[in-house]
């Protein structure tokens, strides 16, 4: 069974930072593009940072770019997303998915995870 489990959210200060893990199981994800996204209550999902199969192609919203950083370590087969000087519009579920290729080229992902919280206080 393919699994994405994140970990990592929490409650942070303002200008704080939090590490969110996903953890990939049941196959291995190198040939996925592994993207993050986030959802703030009343609002619609939004795409936040995502990183290509090989690890060299990372791409980020305007709204978290010089904040947020992305990494992946496909021998532990998890993606990391750093978030650093939070902002309280930061607040939201943050979801990881993963997305074959070709997948990837419909716009579609082939697997979700359940979402970690993340609450940014001001």
């Known amino acids: 069974q393919v699994q994405l489990v994140e970990s990592g959210g929490g409650v942070v200060q303002a200008g704080g930072s939090l590490r969110l893990s996903c953890a990939a199981s049941g196959r291995t994800f190198d040939n996925y593009a592994m993207d993050w996204f986030r959802q703030a209550p009343g609002k619609e999902r939004e795409f936040v940072a995502a990183?290509?199969?090989?690890?060299?192609?990372?791409f980020f919203a305007d709204s978290v770019k010089g904040r947020f950083t992305i990494s992946r370590d496909n021998a532990k087969n998890t993606v990391y997303l750093h978030l650093n000087s939070l902002k309280p519009e930061d607040t939201a579920v943050y979801y990881c998915?993963?997305?074959?290729?070709?997948?990837?080229?419909?716009?579609?992902?082939?697997?979700w995870g359940q979402g970690t919280q993340v609450t940014v206080s001001s």
């Open positions: 998915a993963a997305a074959t290729r070709s997948s990837w080229s419909l716009g579609q992902y082939d697997y």
């Open positions: 990183i290509r199969w090989s690890g060299g192609s990372t």
